[in-house]
T-cell receptor
């Protein structure tokens, strides 16, 4: 079992719809969770992170965390074609107090007009 | 403030040659990470440093790979000798914190390495 799993997609949604991206992780002790966006040929850029159960909103983005079920999701409201990218989920395993992140393989999102 | 700086942005070399990738982290950041990204394997952590000290190099594929961080503003990743399977995009990232839960990482533009 991979430590961080994501559906590779592509996830296709119409412009203006809500895109829902999911991620599961295997280490129950994981402490914090990050979402990155990566456009083709570019580097990953941080969207937001979450570490408490529940929802965290930032503009059109909402991160949701459920530690009991070991999943984290990212909702993108009012999706735009410019949101078309690969979304990477990353997990801080929290072991040893250090700060490395383990990345999932990413979900490719396509927003069509 | 400038972000993470990597050089070169593109490198094409022949099998057996030495390759050196360079990274300048964001000023004031205390952690530096080297990643490799391929279509097959995704984004893999190779090694990371906290306060210039290597903490975890378990992702370094083999002895052909080495990394150094001689000071807080510079790191290198060296491949010697290079092989075609080393072809990938290599990212450097830095983080302001060496521990804690809000340890976000900021990525450089990457170096696209092609080994012929």
């Amino acid at each position: 079992q991979k430590e961080v799993e994501q559906n590779s997609g592509p996830l296709s949604v119409p412009e203006g719809a809500i895109a829902s991206l999911n991620c599961t992780y295997s280490d129950r002790g994981s402490q914090s969770f990050f979402w990155y966006r990566q456009y083709s040929g570019k580097s990953p850029e941080l969207i937001m992170f979450i570490y408490s159960n529940g929802d965290k909103e930032d503009g059109r983005f909402t991160a949701q965390l459920n530690k009991a079920s070991q999943y984290v999701s990212l909702l993108i409201r009012d999706s735009q074609p410019s949101d078309s990218a690969t979304y990477l989920c990353a997990v801080n395993p929290g072991r040893g107090g250090y700060n490395k992140l383990i990345f999932g393989a990413g979900t490719r999102l396509a927003v069509h007009p | 403030d400038a972000g993470v700086i990597q050089s070169p942005r593109h490198e094409v070399t022949e099998m057996g040659q030495e390759v050196t990738l360079r990274c300048k982290p964001i000023s004031g950041h205390n952690s530096l990470f080297w990643y490799r990204q391929t279509m097959m394997r995704g984004l893999e952590l190779l090694i990371y440093f906290n306060n210039n000290v290597p903490i975890d190099d378990s992702g370094m594929p083999e002895d052909r790979f080495s990394a150094k961080m001689p000071n807080a503003s510079f790191s290198t990743l060296k491949i010697q000798p290079s092989e075609p399977r080393d072809s990938a995009v290599y990212f450097c990232a830095s983080s302001p914190r060496t521990s804690g839960i809000n340890n976000e990482q900021f990525f450089g533009p990457g170096t696209r390495l092609t080994v012929l």
